[in-house]
T-cell receptor, first 116, second 112 residues
Framework: GAVVSQHPSWVICKSGTSVKIECRSL??????MFWYRQFPKQSLMLMAT?????????EQGVEKDKFLINHASLTLSTLTVTSAHPEDSSFYIC????????????FGPGTRLTVT | EDKVVQSPLSLVVHEGDTVTLNCSYE??????LLWYKQEKKAPTFLFML????IEKKSGRLSSILDKKELFSILNITATQTGDSAIYLC????????????FGKGTLLTVNP
């Protein structure tokens, strides 16, 4: 149990376009979902936290108008990178927490974004 | 600002060696310290530590937390090439959102 999927697993897009990444909890209801970014040889940096049905809380330095997060249901959160630039190229990982399973976070497999 | 510092940043050992990875933390409203193993994709959970001095063990891996010194270690005995990975430690702060602050990780390479 506690499986989190992400789609797509990798994506290449052109500079200036927008990309949507989906994060789904497959066998539990995720009351909270987290989005992280990881640059090569760096750690996971929390970008934002989203609770179902409410606006995401963004970490300092993360542009909320650039990284749009929607957590419309208890099993799905999306991250949209708008007007992508090459410096947005990174590994994006989501995690999900189920309210009834304690506070452990379950991680998705990640999405590799390359902006050309 | 919450901070988690891991050392060493990288380590190269031979199969059969024992390694100790270090993690110090400064986390507001600290609740627990977590260790993850990351290979090519997302991190996989290893341990969650909430109490000082109680060792958690899983096979060749073990970990312990010192809440007084704000420190944790992860030990791996009889290392194998399959242990090669980045090991991440994260501090869990309290509050309604259960936020994790990750360290930079330790890249462990186990050579045959």
């Amino acid at each position: 149990g506690a499986v989190v999927s992400q789609h797509p697993s990798w994506v290449i897009c052109k500079s200036g376009t927008s990309v949507k990444i989906e994060c789904r909890s497959l066998d539990f209801q995720a009351t909270t979902m987290f989005w992280y970014r990881q640059f090569p040889k760096q750690s996971l940096m929390l970008m934002a936290t989203s609770n179902e049905g409410s606006k995401a809380t963004y970490e300092q330095g993360v542009e909320k108008d650039k990284f749009l997060i929607n957590h419309a249901s208890l099993t799905l959160s999306t991250l949209t990178v708008t007007s992508a630039h090459p410096e947005d190229s990174s590994f994006y990982i989501c995690s999900a927490r189920a309210g009834d399973r304690g506070y452990e976070q379950y991680f998705g497999p990640g999405t590799r974004l390359t902006v050309t | 600002e919450d901070k988690v510092v891991q050392s060493p940043l990288s380590l190269v050992v031979h199969e059969g060696d024992t390694v100790t990875l270090n993690c110090s933390y400064e986390v507001t409203n600290f609740r627990s310290l977590l260790w993850y193993k990351q290979e090519k994709k997302a991190p996989t959970f290893l341990f969650m530590l909430t109490s000082s001095g109680i060792e958690k063990k899983s096979g060749r891996l073990s970990s312990i937390l010192d809440k007084k010194e704000l420190f944790s270690i992860l030990n791996i005995t009889a290392t194998q090439t399959g242990d090669s990975a980045i090991y991440l430690c994260a501090g869990d702060s309290g509050g309604s959102n259960y936020k994790l602050t990750f360290g930079k990780g330790t890249l462990l390479t186990v050579n045959p």
